[in-house]
């Protein structure tokens, strides 16, 4: 009897080991550089690109081989004048950048600095994407929750924690401050990684809650934990988000590709949806915080679109940090025409 409760055991351990392993397992067999490259800039009738260095305000023009080319806005217009990339904008004028000439300089990609001030506090959309609702096992329709950390560079560090994530997204930000869930805004455009650390995440959710009400306040919002793309994309369409290809790979193995036509709630439903949500209580551990401001979504806000399958995050494998990021892996992400981000994973953040 003990033995065949032994043997029955073993192929349950066995079993158990055999699913965690099959949910971990990478959805993409392709490595880098074995796709077809994405589109880069977007041209300017299209969409205007801009960025930033140490030089001031660019106009990007192309990039290749490590380096953009571009127009430099703060030589021509003023440090002053290019101080508050948003401000510059509505001040100028699309029209007027699309025919803009003169100059160009070439700047290396690792001189980029952020392309925009942004604050520390967010409005982001979960299972935005079929596929990831069914890869964590919710059947629950789109969220939202507040993810309050400060955004960082392209190519800055993430600090490791147990059970370290990622997900690829697109962010949009507000030409102007939404101030109702019906108030006509246009959206800039950012690529970013809404990193998590899901053992905190899994630790403070409380499934008797609305989802996205408590656990991922905590587990998101962390310092280090929001990079993003060196280029602002300013659409001259609103659709022109609605087909963009984003890819993700860990140490060069492609973990997401996906599509933000596949997205379940647009740009604006996802504000409606904020200002209905606002009164909810949403909670950090203890303390309660808010999904958007009294005032409304700011320009300094991004709006986090939600991420598609293909994170290491199941149901199944919370238990096994071998799943997880480690420290030194390397975490790269594109997107068509929002550019790239390339962040490695440290034990110490600076």
């Given at each position: 009897?003990?033995?065949?409760?032994?043997?029955?055991?073993?192929?349950?351990?066995?079993?158990?080991?055999?699913?965690?392993?099959?949910?971990?397992?990478?959805?993409?067999?392709?490595?880098?550089?074995?796709?077809?490259?994405?589109?880069?800039?977007?041209?300017?009738?299209?969409?205007?690109?801009?960025?930033?260095?140490?030089?001031?305000?660019?106009?990007?023009?192309?990039?290749?081989?490590?380096?953009?080319?571009?127009?430099?806005?703060?030589?021509?217009?003023?440090?002053?004048?290019?101080?508050?990339?948003?401000?510059f904008f509505r001040a100028t004028g699309y029209e007027a950048l699309l025919?803009?000439?003169?100059?160009?300089?070439?700047?290396?990609?690792?001189?980029?600095?952020?392309?925009?001030?942004?604050?520390?506090?967010?409005?982001?959309?979960?299972?935005?994407?079929?596929?990831?609702?069914?890869?964590?096992?919710?059947?629950?329709?789109?969220?939202?929750?507040?993810?309050?950390?400060?955004?960082?560079?392209?190519?800055?560090?993430?600090?490791?924690?147990?059970?370290?994530?990622?997900?690829?997204?697109?962010?949009?930000?507000?030409?102007?401050?939404?101030?109702?869930?019906?108030?006509?805004?246009?959206?800039?455009?950012?690529?970013?990684?809404?990193?998590?650390?899901?053992?905190?995440?899994?630790?403070?959710?409380?499934?008797?809650?609305?989802?996205?009400?408590?656990?991922?306040?905590?587990?998101?919002?962390?310092?280090?934990?929001?990079?993003?793309?060196?280029?602002?994309?300013?659409?001259?369409?609103?659709?022109?988000?609605?087909?963009?290809?984003?890819?993700?790979?860990?140490?060069?193995?492609?973990?997401?590709?996906?599509?933000?036509?596949?997205?379940?709630?647009?740009?604006?439903?996802?504000?409606?949806?904020?200002?209905?949500?606002?009164?909810m209580d949403y909670r950090k551990g203890a303390t309660s915080v808010s999904?958007?401001?009294?005032?409304?979504?700011?320009?300094?806000?991004?709006?986090?679109?939600?991420?598609?399958?293909?994170?290491?995050?199941?149901?199944?494998?919370?238990?096994?940090q071998p799943a997880y990021l480690q420290t030194g892996d390397v975490v790269?992400?594109?997107?068509?025409?929002?550019?790239?981000?390339?962040?490695?994973?440290?034990?110490?953040?600076?």
């Amino acid at each position: 009897m003990l033995r065949r409760l032994a043997i029955v055991l073993g192929l349950v351990v066995v079993a158990f080991w055999a699913a965690t392993l099959y949910v971990s397992r990478p959805l993409f067999s392709e490595r880098l550089g074995e796709l077809p490259p994405l589109p880069v800039v977007a041209d300017r009738s299209e969409a205007l690109t801009l960025a930033r260095s140490a030089q001031g305000l660019l106009l990007v023009t192309g990039a290749r081989g490590g380096q953009v080319r571009a127009i430099n806005l703060t030589a021509r217009f003023g440090r002053e004048a290019t101080r508050d990339t948003l401000e510059f904008f509505r001040a100028t004028g699309y029209e007027a950048l699309l025919t803009l000439e003169g100059p160009e300089v070439t700047v290396a990609l690792d001189e980029l600095e952020l392309p925009l001030a942004l604050g520390n506090a967010h409005l982001a959309a979960g299972t935005n994407f079929a596929e990831h609702a069914d890869e964590v096992l919710l059947d629950d329709p789109p969220f939202l929750f507040p993810k309050l950390a400060a955004a960082t560079p392209w190519n800055a560090p993430i600090p490791w924690t147990k059970r370290l994530d990622y997900e690829a997204e697109l962010a949009a930000i507000p030409l102007a401050t939404v101030t109702g869930p019906d108030a006509a805004a246009g959206y800039a455009l950012l690529l970013a990684n809404d990193v998590t650390d899901r053992l905190t995440l899994m630790r403070e959710l409380d499934l008797d809650e609305p989802m996205g009400t408590t656990g991922f306040a905590a587990g998101k919002g962390q310092a280090g934990f929001l990079p993003v793309g060196p280029w602002l994309v300013i659409p001259r369409k609103p659709e022109f988000y609605r087909d963009l290809e984003f890819r993700l790979y860990i140490n060069g193995q492609l973990r997401q590709r996906f599509n933000t036509g596949d997205m379940i709630l647009s740009i604006d439903d996802i504000v409606r949806q904020g200002f209905r949500d606002r009164s909810m209580d949403y909670r950090k551990g203890a303390t309660s915080v808010s999904l958007i401001p009294d005032e409304g979504v700011p320009t300094g806000s991004l709006i986090l679109t939600g991420t598609a399958g293909g994170v290491v995050f199941k149901p199944l494998n919370i238990w096994w940090q071998p799943a997880y990021l480690q420290t030194g892996d390397v975490v790269q992400t594109e997107a068509s025409y929002l550019g790239f981000l390339q962040n490695t994973v440290v034990l110490e953040y600076p």
